[in-house]
Structures are given as structure tokens and as C-alpha cells.
């Protein structure tokens, strides 16, 4: 068994995984305002309310970037006051098991490779759209990290007058159109014409933050989470017309790209980290 922790500035999950299996967890709010030992303590209390001597390790992804050699985080978002944690460290004194930290993205990407969409693949993209846009890339069988888990922040590539990130992530809705992509969402599935019409833009977007990594890594798979891959069915088309003018449609052809459906992917992409 391992224990998971997948932590983010709203909530901080805690999960007891066995194998495929998440048989517990602990979500609590993140005091993500208060002073460090703050946050850490309630991580603390949380790991022990699921620790059992069958725990063998503890995962955790962070949305920051990580030394994950040495497990410090850093400048997590969301969360002021870690600038520089060593989470590795305290927690390893705390429990007395192994313990491995990783950026969030990584982790999703991990969980969809090995339980979800992107099981049977060697080169897979897992991104994750949501506040933000990260990426995780499996290349060979294989995380790559990156000097501190930096690789795969696509998300912050140039793109029209700002970035991929803005334009494929929650800020389009919010800071374009003044409403959020959950209220978008509903709208559209009412019929409303001109949430309709915001998703197609938004699957135009998506299709040409796909084609950076079609062009960049010609993944087998592309699997897409985080809150906005629930609203596939409404930017998919979108999506997929804007990917018409790749020019190499025998790559767009052999990858998959799809939303995931695994339920808790980040808990279980942190318990492989150990």
C-alpha cells in the first residue's frame, strides 16, 4: 500500500492506495494562506489519519516545480508562504518511509499511462486544463521530468497575444467572456447559442495547443484532464477541425486524443512515484 497526496491552494487530498484501488482518503480545504508549518502540519494529521504498517511509501504531487531528487518544492501555486519546502525530508522524518514529490501534471500523466486512457502506450502527453495548462510526457516508458520537473510547460508558450494557458484553460472564460467555464457549460448544454459558440472558439484553441505537441513530441496519446476535460463533447469538433490543417494528418491519425475518465488520476500517479 502507499499513501497519496495530491495538494493544490482549494484542497489537499490525501488518498491509501492499493494498486489500482484508492480505498480511502482525506480531503480537507488548504489553509493556503497561512504560514508554512501551517500547511504542513494539516498534511501531517492528514497522512496520519490513513497510515497502516502495510504502507510501503508516500507520493505526492505538487503544482510547482520540484527538485524531485532531493523532494523541496518551490513557489507552489496558490500556496504564498512555500517558496521553499522540503517536503521530502520533513515528511521522511515524520513517517519513516520513502518518499517521492513530483510536479501535479507529472503525476496525472503517470496515472493515465499505467490505469487509464494511455495504458499499452510508450510515448504518451498527459494535459491537464484547468485553472492552468500543464503537461506530462512519457517518453519510452518513462517520465521525463526535466531539470525540476520542468518539462512539459506548454501551457506557457507564446500564443496569439498571450499564451496556450490562457487561451485553453479557465482564464478564457473568466477574463474573455466574464463567466466560468462551469456556468459555460451548463449554458451550452441548455442550447444557449452564444455559449455554444464560446466552446467552438475554445476548441479552436485546444487544436492549436495539440498541434505544439504533435509537433514537439508525436505522442501515440494525448490525454486530456483536469476540470475542462469534462466538457469534451462541447469543444471536440472545434478541436479536431482546427487539427484539419496539420500538415502531417498521418500523425494527427495515429494518436489518440481523448479525455480521461479515471476517477482520482492524480492520487494514483502519486502513488507511483514510490
Known amino acids: ?20 484501488d484508492v480505498v480511502d482518503t482525506v480531503i480537507e480545504p488548504c489553509p493556503a494562506n497561512e504560514a508554512e508549518d501551517v500547511i504542513t502540519n494539516q498534511l501531517k494529521r492528514q497522512i496520519a489519519q490513513l497510515m497502516r504498517k ?10 510547482s ?32 518511509v520513502p518518499v517521492a514529490v513530483n510536479n501535479d501534471a507529472n503525476c496525472f500523466a503517470l496515472g493515465v499511462w499505467r490505469y487509464g486512457e494511455g495504458q499499452g502506450t510508450s510515448d504518451m502527453v498527459g494535459l491537464t486544463m484547468g485553472t492552468g495548462v500543464g503537461a506530462g510526457i512519457i517518453i519510452g516508458g ?18 496569439r497575444d498571450a499564451d496556450y494557458e490562457f487561451y485553453c484553460s479557465s482564464r478564457f472564460f473568466t477574463e474573455l467572456y466574464g463567466d466560468t467555464g462551469a456556468n459555460f457549460s451548463k449554458r451550452a448544454q441548455a442550447g444557449d447559442k452564444q455559449a455554444l459558440a464560446v466552446w467552438q472558439e ?3 484553441n485546444v487544436g492549436e495547443l495539440i498541434k505544439a505537441v504533435l509537433f514537439t513530441y508525436a505522442p501515440e496519446a494525448i490525454v486530456i484532464g483536469g476540470g475542462i476535460a469534462n466538457a469534451f463533447p462541447l ?25 480521461s475518465s479515471l476517477d482520482n488520476v492524480a492520487l494514483l500517479g ?4 514510490v
Not at 142 to 159: C, D
Open 235 to 259: 469543444y471536440e469538433s472545434a478541436m479536431r477541425r482546427s487539427l484539419q490543417s496539420f500538415p502531417y494528418p498521418a500523425n494527427v491519425a495515429a494518436t489518440k486524443i481523448t479525455p
Open 65 to 96: 516545480v520540484v527538485d524531485s531528487n532531493q523532494g523541496i518544492v518551490y513557489n507552489v501555486a496558490n500556496i504564498p508562504a512555500w517558496k521553499e519546502v522540503h517536503l521530502k525530508a520533513i515528511l521522511e522524518k515524520e513517517f519513516c
Open 1 to 20: 500500500m502507499k499513501i497519496a497526496i495530491d495538494l493544490g491552494g482549494t484542497n489537499m487530498r490525501v488518498g491509501l492506495v492499493d494498486g489500482a
Open 202 to 204: 475554445f476548441g479552436e
Open 142 to 159: 518513462k517520465l521525463y521530468n526535466g531539470v525540476n520537473t520542468g518539462a512539459g510547460e506548454i501551457g506557457s508558450l507564446p500564443f
Open 270 to 273: 502519486a502513488s507511483l512515484l
Open 54 to 63: 502495510e504502507v510501503t511509501g508516500i507520493g505526492v504531487g505538487v503544482p
